[in-house]
Structures are given as structure tokens and as C-alpha cells.
């Protein structure tokens, strides 16, 4: 059944996209209702669509970045890059207080409060009017929801209270201190908590909305600088890029964002069908961090989905696997470079990304162990060799060890979990659990398959372990020839 007010806004919305200067809208597509399929809206193919063909155009001066509002220009020194003299050079302080300017995350969030504050005076109401006001992100959840999620390292993720802290420290004493540039005139001021919230909301939008602003630049610069991602970090210009955001996505996709100079375009990267959804890629992330950031799941997802295994389960299970004295694992522990030792470790399939045409190919299972954590294992027990030579007498045997302690570390972290896989699918398959505790028990689901493969995997190398071990014993038949 239509929704008249959903098609109203999306209708203005459109026509007010259209109004841009250089944008385009191919005639072959449209903006629907698809909440019925709980993903809000999106963009269906009316028709066929053949492959590279420019779906619509987003001039860039219709972006919403710190380039296109007035803010910057209105409050020029909040944004404007500090020098420090030598007694302010480590001037931030715990609390997140800091006189450096607001990095890109900081300044979108203060850019969109000021847009959507200035209502019918912004040139993106009617870009807002179709934004979300709810969210399905992990942020919004209820203990009670996030309980669904079990033992998924995804709960701790969620960083609410440090969003607060950086809201207190970097958001609110800018509006505080400049209210005149913030709020038009006759417009009613927002107490603390009000602006919390809204930091908080538009915060949520940002993360599942905003495009990271590629120049033309970056590609050389991607080419030319190995740790282009760490120099970056915080720097590269985000926006928020009207209708490219009001594609879904998902692992498997058929459209493609390109960032030109003056414009970005979407284009079609193989042949749609009509009736299908134009679809984008937010990059091979597993359900759990979906769920956290973009607030859905998606089975094409669930190939990517990762387990986080803290070294102290790694660490009970190496001392059950091999019982020595306390003190001697004490010692080998200390023997370890602080600076070198990882506090967790991340089970994943290290899957290939999908081709150029957003088709995806190949095993979806686990084919390693994590290497990571292979080497942190073998670190310890070769120091508890140098203590204790007797305990790990070759190296065969400290491979059996390891990979006895991390299978015993994924059946540890597998028994975190309340509920069994075998409960879990019979659940899902029941089609009773829906809404976030539906995506919930998905998330969960696929961790504990990860980790079932996991266990699998570490069994099968444990036998080829002993079966080496057996040969080694009868020598081999070419072994006798060549003697
Ligand atoms: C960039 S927006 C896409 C437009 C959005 N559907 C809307 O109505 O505004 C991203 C949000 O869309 C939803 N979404 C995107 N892809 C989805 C999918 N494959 N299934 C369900 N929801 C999806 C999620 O709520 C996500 O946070």
C-alpha cells in the first residue's frame, strides 16, 4: 500500500535534486518505498539497463561538506588549521578538550547541525526532509536488544559513552559560543540534552550515509604513498552526497559511485534487469559490524563475517593444553615485547573482493588459521622452551600445542555463547525472531558458524599433524630407495 507523505517528500526531493545545475536523473530508474522489505527507500531499474550506463549525477556543489556550507566561512577560526607554539604542543588533556581544528568526522557533524537548523533557509531541506530520524545502528538499542547479540565483540564496539565525551568536548562549545550563526533569528535554542541528541542522530546519519570525497588527485597519491590510509585518517573530505545515498547496498551490487571533478556519477556496472534494485558496495564487512554501523544484515554479507578472540582465552587455553607450573607461564608472558603483543585476534575467511562487476566467485570457507596469532602462540611456547626445555621437546610438538590451544581457544569463545548453532538455525529457520532481535540472532549465528569452521579447520591440521608425525616414524618408501 502507497504511503502519500512518503511519496510526497520523496517526489520534492527529487525535484529539488533535478534543480541542481548539471544534475541528471536517467529515466529508467525510480526512487520506492521498499520499508515493507525493512530497507527504506531505494532505487529500482524500471527497465532494462544495459552496463556503464550513468544512472544520475550529483553535481558536487549539491554535497553537503565543510567546501559547500557557509559555516566555515562564518566561523572561520573554528575551522581554520592551528599554529602551535612549543608550549601548546600537546595541548590535548584527557577530557577530549583540544584548541586543534575539528577533524573531518567533527566537522561534518557541525556542518549538518547548522543545515538542518537553518531549516527552510538551508539549501538541503528538502535533502533532510527525506533523511531518517530513527536508526537501527547498535548505538540505539536497548540492553535488553543488545543481549541478543550474546557473546559478539560487537557490543563492546559500540562507543555511546565516547560519543557524548567528543560531543561535550567538540560539538556543543561550538554551538554554545557562536548561538547567533547557529540558530536564524526567531528560532528556538536547544537545551544540552537536546543537542546531544541531535549530535547523536546526525552522528548515526553520517556513518551510514557519508561518502568519503576522492579528487582526482588521489588516485596519484594512492599510487605514490604506501601508507596513504594512515595519512589520511581523519583528514579526507566527507560529505553527505544526495541521492547517491539513497542506494542500498549490499556485498553483490551492480552500480558503482565514480568521483569526477566536478560531479560524482553512478553508473551501472553490469546489465540490471527491470524490477531490480540499483545496488552499491560499503566494502566486505561482516554482519556484526553491518549491524553497527549501517544498522542491517544481509546474507551476501555473512561470507565476511569475523570472530574476536582476546589473547587471555588464548592464554587459559594454552595453560590447559599444557599443564605446567603458573609461574613458568608468568615468565614467559614477561618474556614477550610489550609493544609486540596483540591483545585480541580477528577469525575471518580473508575472502577475495568481489569482481569488477560486483559478482562474487569462489569458496566461501576458511582456509588459515589466523597467522597473527599462530606466531604470538609460538612466541610464548618458545619462551616456556627456554625455561622448561623438557615440556615442548621439538618443534612438532610445539605445533601440536598450538593448534590444540587454539582449537580449545575457539571452542572457549564458542561456549560464550548462551545458545548452540543447531538452537540458533532451528530459530531462524522459525521465522518468529524479527525486527533487531531477528538481525541479532543472524550475527550471532554466523559467528558461531566462523567459529565451528574454525574448529574444523584446527582438527584437520591437528590430523595431517599426527598423520607427518606417523610417516616420519615408518620410513618412507623413497626415503629407502635413495639411501
Ligand atoms: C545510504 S542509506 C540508503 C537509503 C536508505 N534506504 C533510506 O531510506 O534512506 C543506508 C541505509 O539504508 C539501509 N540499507 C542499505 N542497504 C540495505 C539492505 N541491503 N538491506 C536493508 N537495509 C539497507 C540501512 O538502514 C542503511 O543504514
Known amino acids: 500500500m502507497s504511503d502519500p507523505a512518503f511519496e510526497e517528500k520523496s517526489s520534492r526531493f527529487l525535484d529539488w535534486f533535478k534543480a541542481w545545475p548539471g544534475a541528471t536523473f536517467h529515466p529508467d530508474i525510480q526512487i520506492q518505498d521498499l520499508r515493507q522489505n525493512g530497507r527504506g527507500r531505494g532505487i529500482i531499474a524500471l527497465n532494462d539497463i544495459p552496463e556503464d550506463t550513468v544512472l544520475f549525477t550529483i553535481p558536487r ?27 601548546e604542543g600537546d595541548a590535548d588533556d584527557d577530557s577530549g578538550a583540544t584548541s586543534d581544528p575539528p577533524d573531518n568526522w567533527v566537522s561534518l557533524i557541525l556542518v549538518m547541525i547548522y543545515e538542518y537548523l537553518q531549516g527552510e533557509r538551508s539549501h538541503w531541506q528538502r535533502y533532510f526532509d ?86 582526482d588527485d588521489d588516485e596519484a597519491d594512492q599510487e605514490e604513498e604506501d601508507e596513504w590510509m594512515e595519512d589520511r585518517e581523519g583528514k579526507v573530505l566527507m560529505g553527505m552526497v544526495p541521492m547517491a ?9 551492480n552500480a558503482h559511485v565514480n568521483h569526477e571533478e566536478e560531479s560524482l556519477t553512478v553508473t551501472s556496472i553490469r546489465p540490471i534487469s527491470a524490477g531490480q534494485e540499483i545496488l552499491n558496495y560499503y566494502g566486505p564487512l561482516g554482519n556484526g559490524e553491518l ?26 587455553a594454552l595453560k590447559q593444553t599444557l599443564p605446567i607450573d603458573d609461574a613458568i607461564w608468568g615468565k614467559a608472558s614477561a618474556e614477550l615485547d610489550p609493544e609486540e603483543v596483540e591483545d585480541a585476534f580477528v577469525i575471518d575467511r580473508d575472502l577475495e573482493e568481489p569482481d569488477s562487476r560486483g559478482e562474487f566467485h569462489g569458496s566461501k570457507t576458511l582456509k588459515s588459521l589466523p597467522e597473527d596469532l599462530r606466531e604470538q602462540i609460538n612466541s610464548i611456547l618458545k619462551a616456556v622452551r627456554k625455561l622448561s626445555p623438557a615440556t615442548i621437546p621439538d618443534k612438532q610438538r610445539r605445533d601440536e600445542i598450538c593448534l590444540s590451544a587454539m582449537r580449545s581457544a575457539f571452542e572457549s569463545k564458542l561456549a560464550e555463547y548462551p545458545t548452540g548453532i543447531d538452537d540458533d538455525a532451528k530459530l531462524l529457520s522459525s521465522n ?37 608425525q606417523g610417516n616420519e616414524a615408518q620410513p618412507s618408501a623413497k626415503r629407502l630407495r635413495t639411501k
Open 291 to 316: 549491524l553497527r554501523r549501517y544498522g542491517y544484515t544481509s546474507a551476501h554479507h555473512a561470507r565476511y563475517d569475523v570472530v574476536e578472540l582476546s589473547w587471555d582465552l588464548v592464554i587459559s
Open 61 to 87: 556543489p549539491a554535497i553537503i561538506s565543510t567546501q559547500t556550507s557557509d559555516l566555515a566561512k562564518r566561523i572561520p577560526d573554528v575551522f581554520a588549521p592551528t599554529v602551535l607554539d612549543d608550549t
Open 432 to 468: 518468529t525472531v524479527s525486527g533487531r532481535p531477528g538481525m541479532a540472532l543472524f550475527v550471532r549465528y554466523g559467528e558461531k558458524l566462523l567459529l565451528q569452521e574454525a574448529i574444523g579447520l584446527a582438527t584437520e591440521k591437528l590430523r595431517d599433524l599426527a598423520a607427518s
Open 130 to 215: 527525506v533523511l531518517p530520524a530513527e536508526f537501527d545502528t547498535l548505538m540505539w538499542w536497548s540492553d535488553k536488544e543488545l543481549d541478543w547479540l550474546q557473546a559478539s565483540s560487537m557490543v563492546a564496539k559500540i562507543g555511546k559513552d565516547d560519543a557524548d565525551s567528543m560531543f561535550r568536548a567538540r560539538i556543543l562549545p561550538v554551538i554554545e559560543t557562536n548561538p547567533d550563526v547557529f540558530y536564524p533569528p526567531g528560532s528556538q535554542r536547544l537545551s544540552e540534552d537536546e543537542l546531544i541528541l541531535l549530535a547523536h542522530r546526525i552522528g548515526s546519519t553520517i556513518m551510514a550515509y557519508a561518502f568519503d570525497l576522492e579528487n
Open 245 to 253: 545515498d539513497i542506494l542500498n547496498a549490499d556485498a553483490e551490487f
